[in-house]
């Protein structure tokens, strides 16, 4: 999931919690590339859009505090209500545009709490907890991001009138939020090679299947020429019989052995061959359109008998050519700990700059000798990637050096980085590059749709008792 980055001023909360990226921490072993993460659409949004503008908030005096609705026996309070909308209105207020009235933000930000609340609830009952260093890791997170440190950020925080403390709770939510969230619905956004093809063909131009090839497996009941209608039954039926029992699993080529009436059913049993479904007949086109590998028509009449068809392979056709700008880069990564501080760690990749480029030592050099990452054993090289492999803090700063040049220390979920481009290109993607493309895409669909479904079941199941609107 790509975050962009924004700066923390005025509404440093609204900022910094919707700017929190929440991944996992594991990588892989550059420390680079964050695992699959749920996609930003319906998860953790208010809801509201992205093209609103802020109002300041209200100065006058604060009223006693009541509650407004109770979730599952869990209170949310009028003056919780105000500070969320507040904060929702600074942080639309940096995308333009014009806010709607206040009573229909308050109400929108008001339901987006109650969901939250109750999926919350969900995630501690399922014994979902959250430890002390994933928020630090996240709080880090959203300070290099903004390029200030954690104290930087906790002063501000304090300075927009919230408490580190509730801070810290809001984070420690969240990412018990994308937990439960990844462990109810990556089960359900998982996609199939039958999924991309069809993504491909619709994109495509929907029904033209001229351009994808099928392997199809038949068995032929022949119906004569001159045949009574009775006889035709008896033939219709057999062939359902054999499709139903093709259906249950039954092993196709012993079933075309055993009642094919094709001539050539013994040299190849029942296997037509890979080619253009331009090169099929359109009823067979047809009749199988839209079944995955494996799946087993209807009996389809012809002027030759009733045809069972089994969809041994399909290929779609390859996508039109992509070329996207690739970079190559080496990096020198410390990462912070008790006996090296996140400060100290920037202070030394610095030094190693300001010697790299006074001509003073090799970057591939101080790379093996001091980088805590799998690439030091190649100089810090992190070979050719596409853009989107890297989190955002770290391919931000890459995408801003010309070939050669060397970037200031750069903070990320992963540590201290110092980034050298070393050469940029245009690359056509291959067809499996392509694929996985739109694997992601798919998949983000899924996990929108599966996410949708889930949150409305659980705000279904949730016991939610309305006391007084806010005001």
């Known amino acids: 999931m790509t975050v962009p980055t924004r700066k923390i001023g005025q509404g440093v909360l609204a900022s910094a919690l919707l700017?929190?990226?929440?991944?996992?921490?594991?990588?892989?072993?550059?420390?680079?590339?964050?695992?699959?993460?749920?996609?930003?659409?319906?998860?953790?949004?208010?809801?509201?859009?992205?093209?609103?503008?802020?109002?300041?908030?209200?100065?006058?005096?604060?009223?006693?505090?009541?509650?407004?609705?109770?979730v599952n026996s869990e209170p949310i309070t009028n003056n919780e209500v105000l500070a969320k909308l507040v904060r929702t209105e600074?942080?639309?207020?940096?995308?333009?545009?014009?806010?709607?009235?206040?009573?229909?933000?308050?109400?929108?930000?008001?339901?987006?709490?109650?969901?939250?609340?109750?999926?919350?609830?969900?995630?501690?009952?399922?014994?979902?907890?959250?430890?002390?260093?994933?928020?630090?890791?996240?709080e880090l997170a959203i300070a290099s991001q903004n390029q200030i440190t954690v104290t930087e950020l906790?002063?501000?925080?304090?300075?927009?009138?919230?408490?580190?403390?509730?801070?810290?709770?809001?984070?420690?939510?969240?990412?018990?939020?994308?937990?439960?969230?990844?462990?109810?619905?990556?089960?359900?956004?998982?996609?199939?090679?039958?999924?991309?093809?069809?993504?491909?063909?619709?994109?495509?131009?929907?029904?033209?299947?001229?351009?994808?090839?099928?392997?199809?497996?038949?068995?032929?009941?022949?119906?004569?020429?001159?045949?009574?209608?009775?006889?035709?039954?008896?033939?219709?039926?057999?062939?359902?019989?054999?499709?139903?029992?093709?259906?249950?699993g039954e092993d196709f080529t012993a079933l075309v052995k055993e009642f094919s009436d094709a001539p050539d059913r013994a040299r190849n049993a029942g296997q037509l061959g890979l080619r253009a479904a331009d090169r099929y007949p359109a009823l067979f086109v047809e009749a199988t359109r839209g079944l995955p590998k494996g799946g087993v028509s209807e009996p389809v009449r012809s002027g030759a008998g009733f045809h069972v068809l089994k969809v041994l392979e399909r290929r779609q056709g390859s996508l039109p050519a992509m070329t996207v700008t690739q970079s190559r880069a080496r990096h020198i990564l410390l990462r912070p700990s008790a006996q090296l501080s996140e400060s100290a760690a920037t202070e030394r990749l610095a030094d190693f700059r300001r010697r790299i480029v006074a001509g003073q030592a090799d970057f591939a050099?101080?790379?093996?000798?001091?980088?805590?990452?799998?690439?030091?054993r190649e100089g810090g090289d992190l070979g050719w990637v596409s853009p989107g492999q890297f989190v955002p803090e770290f391919e931000e700063a890459m995408n801003k050096l010309a070939p050669g040049q060397i970037s200031p220390p750069v903070v990320s979920r992963f540590g201290v980085h110092l980034i050298q481009l070393t050469e940029r290109r245009e690359s056509q993607l291959s067809p499996r590059e392509q694929r996985e493309i739109v694997r992601g895409l798919v998949r983000e669909k899924k996990m929108e749709e599966a996410y949708l479904t889930w949150a409305q079941d659980v705000r279904a199941r949730a016991y939610v008792e309305f006391r007084e609107p806010p005001q």
Do not use: C, H, W, Y
Not at 209 to 238: C, F, H, W, Y
Not at 365 to 376: I, V
């Open 365 to 376: 050099t101080l790379a093996r000798e001091n980088s805590q990452d799998g690439s030091a």
């Open 19 to 70: 700017v929190t990226a929440l991944l996992p921490a594991t990588a892989t072993a550059q420390g680079l590339r964050p695992s699959g993460s749920l996609g930003a659409s319906g998860l953790g949004s208010s809801g509201l859009g992205s093209s609103l503008n802020a109002r300041p908030a209200s100065t006058g005096p604060r009223q006693a505090d009541f509650i407004v609705v109770v």
């Open 90 to 138: 600074q942080q639309l207020a940096q995308q333009g545009g014009a806010l709607p009235p206040r009573d229909v933000l308050a109400r929108q930000v008001l339901e987006r709490m109650i969901n939250e609340k109750s999926q919350v609830q969900l995630a501690r009952e399922a014994g979902i907890k959250v430890d002390d260093a994933a928020v630090d890791q996240a």
């Open 154 to 248: 906790r002063r501000r925080l304090t300075q927009d009138g919230m408490s580190v403390s509730q801070f810290r709770e809001d984070l420690r939510d969240q990412i018990l939020l994308t937990k439960v969230r990844e462990r109810e619905l990556e089960a359900k956004a998982r996609v199939t090679e039958v999924d991309i093809d069809q993504f491909i063909l619709e994109k495509q131009g929907g029904a033209d299947q001229a351009n994808a090839e099928i392997d199809l497996g038949m068995v032929l009941v022949a119906v004569p020429e001159n045949a009574e209608p009775s006889q035709v039954a008896t033939l219709q039926a057999r062939a359902e019989s054999i499709a139903k029992r093709a259906r249950a």
